[in-house]
Structure formats: C-alpha cells, structure tokens
C-alpha cells in the first residue's frame, strides 16, 4: 500500500506519544520519593497536632464513648445534627445502618419460652454536642403500659438505665410511659424484694418520645454528656400479663445488677475535638487521638477519598492499579486503638508503620507521635492514610502529562497535517501541469509549470520548465525534419530517376545485354520506395495541418461508413467485409473527409493482418450519445505491451520482409490525430471470441436540433 505525504506525516507525529511513555515510567520510578513524602507529611502533621497537644493535662483526664463489643462496652456516634425527639428513625439515616442487635444472646431475665417476636432490639448511640441520643427500635408483640394505680415502676413495659455519674455514685432510670408519646426518666431504689418504688424522683433532663409500630415501638432519649460518668447500660424490661404484671424478659446491652458487670462508657472530650476541627479538613486522613491506656479521646476525619473523574479514567486503570473504592477497616468502631507504631509512641518515640487492610487491597500509613506533659509520655496522635493518595498522585500527573501531551499532540498535528496538505497540493498542482504541458500526440503546449518558490519544490518547477523547453526546441526540430527531408530529398531523388531513364535509353540504343535492365529495375524499384517514404512523411504532415485549418460540419455517419465500404470491395477484391451499422442515423458535427481517411487506415491495418478466407467485420452503433466504430479481423493477437503503444507515431508490427511497401507506423498515429480532433478515443484490444484484434473508435455524436 502507497502511502501519501500526509499519511507518512501522520505516522510520524505518533512519535509524540512517546513523550507521555517516558512521563509515565517518571512516574513509576517516582512511587518511592512518593512514599517518603507521605511519611514525612504525616509524621510533620502529627508532630504539629501533639505539640498543640503538649502540657494540657486537662484534656486527657476525660474518656471517650465507646463501641459496641461483646463486653458491652457502648459507642457514640457522632452527628452532623440534633436529634428530634418524635419517635421517627429519619433523622438517624446517616448512621442507621450501624445499629447493634439485642436478642437471645444478650437476655438477662426470662420467665417462659423465649421468642425473638417476643422480645427483642436494635440500638444506636449518637452524641451531638453535649447531648447523647439513644435509639431504640423495639419488637414487641404486646405492649403493657404502666397503670398509674400501681405505685411500682417495673410493672409494665419499660426501659431502665443504669449509669455511673461523674460524682462516682450508681443510679438508676427507670422511663415507662402511660400512654405513648413524650416520657421523662424517673431516679428510682431497688428496695430489698428487687423492686422499684414508684416514691422515686423525676430526673427532666433525661427525656425521651415513645411511639408505637406494627410490630412493636420506637423509643428516643437525650441525656446530658455532664450526668455521665465511666459506665453506663441499658435494658428493656417485657411485660405481658396484665394481670399479675411481672418482667417476662428482660434483655440489656450488659449486665445492670451491680457497678461492676455494667459496660464501660467514656465521655468524649470536646476540647480535643475542637482542637482537631480547627486544623481543617484533611481528605483521606484520619487522626485519634490516645491517652496514656490506650483509650481513644478524640477521633476525626475518614480514609476513604474520592478520585476526581476525568474522561481518561479507562485508560489510567489500565496504566495503573485501580484503588480500592470500600476501605474495610478493623478499628473503625474501636475503643482502644493498638498498634507497634502506638506502643513506640506511648514509649517517647515516633514511629511510622504500613499496614494492609482486612482486605488486603489497600495499604495504610500510620504515624504515631507522642504527646508530653513534664518529660512524661500521657498519650499519643495518631494520623492514618492510605496509599491510595500515591495513587492519586500518580494519576493526576498521568492525567495533566496526557491531557498536555494530547493537546500538544493535536496542535502539531493539525499544523503538520495543515503543511503536508499545503504541500501536497503544490505537488499535486505540479504533477497535473506536468501532465497538460504535452498533450496526447507528443507536443509541448507549456514551458512554464509550477510555483517559482525559492524551496525545493520551486527548483524542481524550474527544472521540469527547463526541460519542457528543451523538448519543445526538440520537438520543433523534428516537426520542421520531416518536411526539409521531403523537399531537399526530391530534388536528387528526381536527378536520380531522369539518369536512370536516360541511360534505360542509351542501353536499349546500344543494345547492352538484359542484365543491366535488371539493374536499373531494381535502382527504379528504390528510387519508388525512397519516394514512397517522402510522401508518407509528407502525408502525416499535411494531415497535423489539415487538422488545424478544418471546418467542422455535421454529417450522418452511418452514409459515409456505407460509402466507405463500397470502395473497399473495389479496392481489396480478395477480402471480404461483413457490415454491422445501425439502422438509425448517427449525426457527427467535424470533417468527413477526415473520418473517412482515418477509416481507410483501420481497415489498411486490418487487411495487412488479416488471414485470407475470414471476413473483416465493421461494426456501427450508438450508445449514450457515443458512437461507436469497430474494425475486427481475425489473425495474429496483439502483444499485452503494445495495445497502447500502436497509435504512437513511427511504431508497427509489421516486419521488414512482411510487406512490399515501406511502413513507417505513421497509419495508426493518424488514426490517433484524427480520432482526439473530433474529441474522441481509440484502442486497441485483442478479440475475445476469435484470434484476432479489435480496433475501436469512440466519437461523440452531435444533436440535430430540429
């Protein structure tokens, strides 16, 4: 396959692309320097966050709410608002999905057979401010509410507290509506049988919304962070008889009988989180902040972070690992964070650790620094990233040195496509005036070709314009040689003859023996053929004149074939003629005279090359305002190579012993004259039925307007 100029360009300015290939390995080889400044900007981070941190005692002496694990320790979350207190879960949609079951597992009294339609929860512990908000969505077949008649608090439905306050004492809450709808807490003693006296104190500021559903009730509280102190659990007490009104079951986050079997809750510190809020959000970081016994204080921010969207991000997954969307995280709940990185920093040194993930698809960098109080270690900060930010980094570069390299890319090929078309066009424009500067006989019409630049286009303009020239001045001469041979040639030629008769004369006087008639025969027979030759020569000469000078009429060109061939059996008596002319008038507007002397050379060739005893078959019609004239004899084939070259002038297939007569290949080329003078074309093609050729003359017809 060929390929043009702007092609060949085009393939070339693929080569930039190799700009982005380098850029991209750069970035690989780059992954390392990457990894150390990560460590170092987090290291520098938590060093900043610990100093700010350093001799405040003030804020590690308060505990952190916790999470929810098999001990009964309890988790807050934190909310981006406050909680209405309706009875409607809506406003816990962001954190819904964290919510803790509480079935047969978790059962600290049971009178019967226990189903989970019976009895059973869900809960969720959110702090907002100085508030903490507890959710309860409880399933209970038959709710009982609490009979004011009855001066005790446990017998009917209800939810009992049991916390530890910050003054260290043990109380317990006891909220148990009459009807549904808003419940304040009661303060309330266990008297000696286990029961609560209904003589008991309300505490407002513990209030609550309780609302039934289908299968059972939803109940919200909001305590104030201030009443809480290291322990706190909840329990939901189930009565169903309403007749004797004693607790069938009851199932709690921990055990309530005493301080010591209840879960663990730590108040969080909302000086530390000031202090963490204030520094700015840091996407794809998080920070806890630890004391001293591993308990978190304080945590902000989340590692998951989003990768902006771009139109190539297809490709760069294929140049690059594709980052882990879902972060799986085994700390994310936790009270207490461990690590060796911790434990180095709990000891007075800073230490950094990688780190895989549950899943295995991300790794995590952890720094740990430690926080000082008078030379004394009393807790840590503690920064975690993943390394998906590397990741990020290499696909922003990947995707600035694309996004450039493509612009760049598209620039330089719109101005190379823009010169290799300029040029293409200059070369293009040269080849076609290359093309008209001779015509179809051979002559140069035009010397001066092309755009006389001063590049190398333009030199190779002057350098086709002097050739041209050069051809024209040679043309010129052997246009004018045929003409001076024929005039300087008759002279002698008839000087030679006039001797030969005179001598013919002297030797029939004298009476000189018949030998020397024979060589005045052959002289004469020489002197004919010379003479045959000059007006052959002459007669192609005349012809390109007669071409120049002739009027044009129009003629039916089916009468002048039809008179045409009523010479022809005159004139070859021994060859026979089959005619196929159309039954139509086909109307020519030229010369007629030289139609029919084009026609006499076709059939001249064809009767030379002709076998004896099949006819020459001319045939005549007309299509699509083409006429078409066909001049088929059977005989020897044409060779492949000269079907084009036949109508060239001074070229024949005849060999010097084929014929009497001379032939100098000038019939066909006046074919040619002829036939490109009226507009039309020739050729010549072997027949496809019979061995043979066919020679065939396009000529458009002319319209008669009536």
């Known amino acids: 396959m060929t390929l043009t100029i702007r092609s060949k360009v085009l393939l070339l300015s693929l080569t930039l692309f190799s700009i982005p290939y380098v850029g991209y390995e750069y970035v690989r080889e780059m992954e390392k320097y990457l990894r150390d400044n990560l460590e170092t900007s987090l290291e520098n981070t938590a060093q900043a966050l610990a100093s700010v941190l350093n001799e405040r005692p003030a804020l590690f002496t308060r505990k952190l709410l916790d999470t929810v694990r098999e001990d009964g320790e309890l988790f807050a979350y934190t909310l981006k608002t406050p909680i209405k207190l309706d009875g409607y879960i809506e406003d816990w949609q962001n954190d819904i999905d964290k919510v803790g079951d509480y079935a047969d597992q978790h059962i600290l009294k049971n009178l019967s057979y226990y189903s989970p339609d019976s009895l059973s929860f869900q809960h969720l512990l959110g702090k907002y401010r100085n508030h903490l908000y507890a959710l309860f969505i409880v399933r209970d077949e038959k709710i009982v509410y609490r009979d004011t008649s009855n001066s005790r608090l446990d017998r009917s439905d209800h939810l009992q507290i049991v916390m530890q306050e910050p003054n260290q004492q043990f109380y317990r809450y006891v909220m148990t509506p009459q009807v549904p709808g808003w419940v304040s807490a009661y303060k309330v003693k266990i008297s000696n049988q286990g029961t609560y006296s209904y003589q008991a104190q ?171 109080l008078k030379g004394q270690v009393i807790g ?239 045939q005549l019609f007309q299509e699509d305002k083409i006429a078409y004239l066909k001049v088929i004899n059977r005989g020897k084939t044409l060779p492949t190579d000269m079907q084009e070259r036949l109508f060239e002038s001074m070229v024949s297939l005849r060999t010097q012993t084929s014929t009497k007569e001379p032939h100098l290949g000038l019939g066909l080329y006046m074919v040619r004259l002829i036939t490109g003078y009226h507009g039309g074309q020739v050729k010549a093609e072997n027949n496809q039925e019979s061995p043979g050729a066919v020679f065939t003359v396009l000529l458009p017809t002319h319209s008669v307007e009536i």
Request: a neutral charge; proline letters at 4%; hydrophobic letters at 40%.
């Open 202 to 372: 309300t505490e407002n500021r513990i209030q609550g919304a309780w609302r039934e559903t289908a299968k059972g009730y939803i109940l919200e509280l909001r305590i104030p962070l201030s009443k809480i102190g290291d322990r706190l659990g909840f329990a939901i007490a189930d009565v169903d008889n309403t007749q004797k009104r004693e607790i069938k079951t009851l199932i709690g986050t921990s055990p309530i009988q005493n301080l010591a079997t209840v879960g663990k809750v730590f108040i969080p510190s909302p000086e530390i989180e000031r202090i963490i809020r204030s520094l700015g959000e840091m996407p794809g970081r998080r920070i806890w902040v630890l004391d001293k016994q591993l308990r978190v204080l304080a945590k902000s921010g989340k590692l998951k972070r989003e990768f902006p969207n771009h139109p190539l991000n297809a490709l760069y997954r294929l140049l690059l690992s594709p980052t882990s969307e879902e972060i799986k995280i085994d700390s994310v709940r936790t009270s207490r964070l461990e690590g060796q990185e911790i434990d180095s920093a709990l000891n007075g040194q800073a230490e950094i650790r990688w780190h895989a993930t549950l899943d295995k698809q991300t790794v995590i960098v952890s720094a740990a620094h430690p926080v000082w």
């Open 380 to 618: 840590a900060v503690v920064l975690e990233e993943t390394s998906n930010s590397i990741q990020t980094v290499q696909r922003q570069a990947i995707a600035n040195l694309f996004n450039k390299t493509l612009i760049v890319f598209s620039i330089v090929t719109m101005l190379l496509l823009v010169f290799a078309t300029h040029l293409s066009v200059r070369l293009r424009s040269l080849r076609n005036q290359a093309e008209t500067a001779i015509d179809i006989n051979g002559r140069v019409t035009v010397t001066q070709i092309g755009i006389q630049t001063q590049d190398e286009i333009g030199d190779l303009s002057r350098s086709f314009s002097a050739i041209l020239k050069k051809l024209k001045q040679y043309n010129t001469y052997l246009e004018g040689m045929a003409s001076r041979l024929s005039h300087e040639l008759r002279t002698p030629i008839a000087v030679v003859r006039s001797s030969l008769e005179n001598l013919e004369i002297e030797i029939e006087q004298e009476g000189v023996s018949s030998e020397s008639h024979i060589y005045i025969e052959r002289a004469k027979d020489g002197i004919n053929r010379l003479n045959t030759i000059i007006t052959r020569l002459s007669e192609a000469t005349r012809l390109e004149q007669a071409l120049q000078n002739a009027d044009r009429e129009p003629f039916d060109l089916i009468q002048l074939v039809s008179s045409c061939l009523e010479g022809y059996h005159l004139a070859y008596p021994k060859q026979d003629f089959q005619a196929h002319l159309s039954q139509t008038p086909i109307t020519l507007k030229g010369a007629p005279d030289l139609i029919a002397q084009m026609l006499d050379k076709l059939v001249s060739n064809a009767v030379d090359f002709s076998e004896s005893g099949y006819p020459i078959q001319i």
